[in-house]
């Protein structure tokens, strides 16, 4: 005798699981991560494309590589004076100890940069696209977490929480959201990695 297509024995030992506030929660906490990583993609973008902060050189000193652990790799830095040049209110401000993230300069060198507060970033379309890469990863994270947070399913060891929230959200205007979201993240990111690699 047939027990019908959610009765069956696999489907009595793993039930689907069904939303919780906690699953709400952990949805809008991951949409919040990731939009906010998105975001700092789009500021850093900004910045390296000289829209925002204060342009100017640092005039190179030392360069070093720090350390990015076992699963990240090493980041490259160099550190020298800061000199304003942007024709603004701190044009020919000084700043020592100035440090910047460079994959390229060496001691000696003039690198154009971008100050916001305490923090530097290089100059260059091809930084700016690279920081856009990030913003638009942010944003493919966060079509999952916004699932999530619809549905209210938290997600779960061997894909049962991944069906229910499918199953939960087929056909609704969340879904599209979800799918155009992704689809928009993952052209953004083949788009912007190759004008990064080409500059």
């Known amino acids: 005798m047939s027990l019908g297509p959610d009765l069956g024995p696999g489907n009595l030992l ?13 949805g809008v906490v991951m949409l919040l991560v990731t939009l906010t990583v ?31 652990g ?12 800061f000199h304003a040049g942007d024709g603004g209110a701190d044009s020919g401000a000084r700043a020592v100890d ?3 993230k460079s994959r390229d300069a060496q001691p ?11 923090e530097y970033v290089e100059v260059g379309h091809g930084h700016s696209w690279g920081f856009m890469v990030m913003a638009f990863f942010g944003l493919l994270l966060a ?14 060891s061997g894909g049962h929480g991944a069906e229910a929230i499918r199953a939960a959200l087929s056909g ?25 690699w080409l500059f």
């Open 98 to 100: 100035a440090q910047v």
């Open 38 to 68: 998105c975001g700092l993609g789009v500021a850093k973008a900004a910045a390296s494309a000289g829209y925002v902060g204060t342009r100017g050189t640092i005039e190179v000193e030392e360069c070093w590589k720090s350390s990015g």
């Open 143 to 156: 079509a999952p977490a916004f699932a999530v947070a619809v549905s209210g399913i938290r997600p779960r």
């Open 172 to 196: 609704t205007w969340a879904a599209r959201v979800v799918k155009w979201t992704a689809l928009t993240s993952v052209a953004g990111m083949a788009v912007f990695g190759y004008l990064a």
């Open 70 to 81: 076992r699963n990240h790799s090493d980041t490259r830095w160099c550190r020298g004076t």
């Open 14 to 26: 793993t039930p689907r699981p069904g939303p919780t506030p906690g699953g709400r929660v952990l």
């Open 108 to 118: 000696e060198d003039s690198v154009e940069v971008s100050r916001s507060g305490s």
